[in-house]
Nanobody, 126 residues
């Protein structure tokens, strides 16, 4: 069983920054491609970013491209999401996810992820 635990959410003013962390346990971290999603109540979960097992490959959703950066530290079993230039529309619950699909280097579909964290709230005030 794999456990994912997000942290780092909170309240920030527009234009500010936050860094989310997701710590993984239960299995070799290098086995997983990792991703971040976000969700607002009543709206479908939105892809934010994903990173390959090695950390070399990354992919971003259009709404965060150029503002957010995904990274990982395989020695610490942790994936990060650095969020800069935050806007109120970034307000959501942010989830990290882990994918064991070896044929997909950087998964972007939620159905390609096998494990999900509980989420952390990010609120951006105007």
């Amino acid at each position: 069983q794999v456990q994912l635990a997000e942290s780092g959410g909170g309240l920030v003013q527009a234009g500010g920054s936050l860094r989310l962390s997701c710590a993984a346990s239960g299995r070799t971290f290098r086995d997983f491609a990792m991703g971040w999603y976000r969700q607002v109540p009543g709206i479908e979960r939105e892809f934010v970013a994903a990173i390959s097992r090695s950390g070399v490959g990354t992919y971003y959703g259009d709404s965060v491209k150029g503002r957010f950066t995904i990274s990982r530290d395989n020695a610490k079993n942790t994936v990060y999401l650095q969020m800069n230039s935050l806007i109120p529309e970034d307000t959501a619950v942010y989830y990290c996810a882990a994918s064991l699909r070896s044929t997909i280097a950087v998964p972007t579909r939620s159905g390609d992820y096998d494990y999900w964290g509980q989420g952390t709230q990010v609120t951006v005030s105007s």
